[in-house]
């Protein structure tokens, strides 16, 4: 069996990824449990609650950012840097503040792990997901070739071994996909990523 043409390998991976899972719809009229305006994925009033409440806080540091990186481009980055550290020692607001900025977030990178060499993740999904050695080996070759393009991005951006990392890809790729529409830019690739790997 060979692919021909396969001219996007993200979209190829997306549809593999939920091959794992099965079938699942959660756009569908939520009749039986509570909502938060993403569909059918919350049973009980706590959860999606709980889910809401993750949200808020996911956005309000994307926010932060987002307003941080526009005091950034209006007034220099040395400018911002000094009203976060006068920020942070004054004890009373001035009456007539010229920038007022939020102190940076401290990153403490709780998504970071090491892998396991013993596990061999790509012939785990084969096994998993393939009938016959030719399906076997090409989910197997997929494999191999996302995560090495993978790697060679996160590398790049220096985000190896982060769950963090692997949300932001897993994200991009997904909605890319689904809406058949132009990736992101870098800077909201970036910024995203300082949401998922930013405090808890």
């Keep these: 069996m060979k692919i021909r043409n396969c001219k996007n390998l993200a979209a190829l991976t997306f549809a593999l990824a939920f091959l794992s899972v099965g079938t699942t719809n959660a756009q569908t009229p939520n009749a039986w ?5 993403y569909g059918n994925v ?7 609650s709980s889910m809401q409440s993750m949200y ?18 209006k007034y220099g980055l040395a ?42 993740t790509g012939k785990a999904l084969a096994d998993n997901l393939g009938d016959t050695p030719q399906e076997k080996a090409l989910i197997k070759q997929i494999y191999a070739a996302t995560k ?6 996160a590398a790049s951006k220096g985000w190896q071994n982060n769950i963090a990392a692997g949300l932001t890809f897993f994200t991009v790729t997904a909605m890319t996909a689904y809406h058949n ?7 909201a690739v970036n910024t995203y990523y300082q949401v998922m790997n930013g405090p808890g």
């Design 56 to 73: 808020n806080v996911a956005r309000a540091q994307s926010q932060r950012t987002n307003s941080r990186n526009a005091m950034i481009k």
């Design 181 to 187: 529409a132009e990736v992101p830019s870098d800077e």
């Design 42 to 48: 919350y049973g009980s009033y706590g959860l999606a």
């Design 148 to 153: 090495a393009a993978y790697e060679e991005e």
């Design 33 to 37: 449990g509570y909502s938060t305006g």
């Design 79 to 120: 400018a911002v840097e000094k009203a976060e550290r006068e920020a942070g020692t004054r004890t009373s607001a001035p009456s007539n503040p010229q920038v007022v900025v939020p102190p940076p977030r401290v990153v403490r990178n709780y998504g970071m792990y090491r892998p396991d060499p013993s596990v061999d």
